[in-house]
């Protein structure tokens, strides 16, 4: 049951070039506060999503098991002003260091240009800024996550079918983006199989996915798997999967290891599989790389959390009620 937390520590994938050494210096990354004591700022772009804030609480949690740090928390409610406002505020307060849970930002010049003037060092959990300069990234491989789910779709449809693609948006979302290209990546090659992407994005949420599947089942009522970019809008498309009376006709395929969703398919419902990008365990590890940061630790630049594939067989591994996320 609670494999998904060994899992966290079997930390492997692509590295970056270069490792981001830490120094000793006063006042600078790896400097050491004098009590042992760390109090560390947590930006959230957006705490409205299940996995957002279950990233967070994850931080907090790993900060009291630790007993020697302190965490503030942010949220900006989706406004990149606010988020480089937020930081400001972290830094006005001498934390000693800022970790970024970023969601669907792609770029945060302002705040990682502030923490850098600070001279503290950040630590950027799941989402990897296309722009600026970070101390060190925790995250997933999100294509290879798309590309295991299109494998197990195809398996599931050896004589072809209708698999139909529900993203989150916007349209430039580089996470949802990488997730449906290895989805594609591996179903465009099936002749047999056809791809059916939804023209209205989900908006990553249980509600956006149910409404987005219903107006697919409207024009695709033939359609035999759906791919969401995330669990949150696959839970959604259940429902309206369900409400039409398909459920033993399409199967679902997401992406996280939401609770829920790890639920439906311990359970043996129509939600099949899953790729795991567990909120707890990147939260716990950037909390973690924080402080190792703070110690005077030597940390990879990029690291690629294992996102292995949650399926009936092995979903109670990884399924924890009593996890933040």
């Known amino acids: 049951m609670y494999m998904k937390r060994l899992c966290g520590v079997l930390v492997t994938g692509v590295l970056a070039a270069g490792l981001a050494a830490c120094s000793s210096e006063p006042g600078k990354p790896g ?64 934390v000693d260091a800022v970790i970024i849970s970023g969601g669907p930002l792609e770029s945060a010049p302002a705040a990682l240009n502030a923490i850098k003037a600070a001279g503290k060092p950040v630590v950027l959990v799941d989402r990897k800024f296309q722009t600026g300069e970070y101390t060190s990234w925790i995250g997933p491989d999100n294509e290879a996550i798309g590309r295991q789910d299109g494998e197990f779709i195809a398996g599931k449809l050896p004589g072809g079918g209708k698999v139909a693609i529900i993203k989150g948006g916007p349209a430039d979302n580089s996470i949802g983006l990488a997730r449906t290209n290895g989805v594609k990546s591996v179903l465009r090659g099936r002749p047999s199989i056809t791809l059916v992407e939804a023209p209205d994005f989900g908006n990553w949420g249980s509600d956006g996915g149910l409404s987005v599947m219903e107006s697919l089942l409207a024009t695709n009522a033939d359609v035999d798997a759906v ?98 996320f």
């Open 227 to 324: 791919f969401c970019e995330n669990d949150a809008m696959c839970l959604g498309a259940q429902r309206a999967i369900a409400d039409a009376g398909k459920s033993k006709q399409v199967i679902i395929a997401g992406v996280d290891g939401q609770a829920e969703a790890l639920k439906a398919i311990l359970d043996g419902t129509n939600y099949a599989v899953t790729g795991l990008n567990d909120a707890d365990i990147i939260g716990g590890k950037g909390l973690d790389r924080a402080v190792e940061i703070l110690s005077g630790a030597t940390v990879e630049k990029d690291t690629v959390v294992p996102s292995p594939m949650v399926t009936k067989e092995n979903a109670a591994q990884y399924y924890d009620p009593n996890g933040a």
């Open 31 to 94: 400097a050491a506060t004098g009590d042992g004591r760390y109090t560390i700022g947590v930006a959230n772009f957006l705490l409205s999503g299940p996995y957002f804030s279950g990233m967070d609480k994850a931080i907090a949690a790993q900060a009291k098991k630790k007993g020697n740090v302190e965490v503030i928390s942010t949220d900006a409610n989706g406004d990149a002003a606010k988020l480089a406002s937020n930081v400001e505020d972290l830094l006005s307060k001498n």
